[in-house]
């Protein structure tokens, strides 16, 4: 099955404890992205790649990095976690790293809920 | 980016067709017009999406006024598992590659 994978669904932990959240997909795609979701603010991008080796700032990437080593995984760590990332996290990804016009459907993971006490 | 306006929320009864409009008077000439909707405690998924011409897909229609500057979303026979926040999204890409998530709307099916 096409999917993208987020783990953990769920955590909670301290503030300054080092966290990674994987995400993964199985669908070859190029392009993938993190996404946080806050009530209010809605969704807003804080890291993207479109490529092996090619990441990129989003909106809202203070206090966030990623790596793509390998073209299905594309992890989100922070190093040094504080209480206003606490947030719905959301991995997308999409087929093709083609510039615009973009009708690229966008795949989402089913969400990390962190909570940094 | 353009500018979005969706009711905030709708109600709507189990089998019955449903129109979510979406006003876009900002729309670039390029954009294209998505739709994703998030269920309860899901990621958002992707519905349908156009750029001049009506469109239809196996989960929804899509219709685009002429002059583009607004559209509807038609679910044409509601079901409970359609209760979601449905967002209206116009898209041109560029090399970020972001999706701008406004508030949508939120959609109640009553059995």
């Known amino acids: 099955e096409a999917q993208v994978t987020q783990n953990p669904r769920y955590l909670i932990t301290v503030t300054g404890k080092k966290l990674t959240v994987t995400c993964s997909q199985n669908?070859?795609?190029?392009?993938m992205s993190w996404y946080r979701q806050d009530p209010g603010l809605g969704l807003r991008q804080i890291y993207y790649s479109m490529n092996v080796e090619v990441t990129d700032k989003g909106d809202v990437p203070e206090g966030y990095k990623v790596s793509r080593k390998e073209k299905r995984n594309f992890p989100l760590i922070l190093e040094s976690p504080s209480p206003n990332q606490t947030s719905l996290y959301f991995c997308?990804?999409?087929?093709?790293?083609?510039?615009?016009?973009?009708?690229?459907?966008?795949?989402f993971g089913p969400g990390t809920r962190l909570t940094v006490l | 980016d353009a500018k979005t306006t969706q009711p905030n929320s709708m109600e709507s009864n189990e089998e019955e067709p449903v129109h979510l409009p979406c006003n876009h008077s900002?729309?670039?000439?390029?954009?294209?017009i998505h739709w994703y909707r998030q269920l309860p405690s899901q990621g958002p998924e992707y519905v349908i999406h156009?750029?001049?011409s009506n469109v239809n897909n196996r989960m929804a229609s899509l219709a685009i006024a002429e002059d583009r500057k607004s559209s509807t979303l038609i679910l044409h026979r509601a079901t409970l598992r359609d209760a979601a926040v449905y967002y209206c999204?116009?898209?041109?890409?560029?090399?970020?590659?972001?999706?701008?998530f406004g508030k949508g709307t939120k959609l109640s099916v009553k059995p």
């Open positions: 156009g750029l001049t």
């Open positions: 997308a990804s999409s087929p093709t790293r083609s510039g615009p016009p973009r009708t690229d459907t966008q795949y």
């Open positions: 999204i116009p898209y041109y890409g560029g090399s970020q590659g972001n999706l701008i």
């Open positions: 669908m070859n795609h190029e392009y």
């Open positions: 900002t729309i670039s000439g390029t954009d294209y």
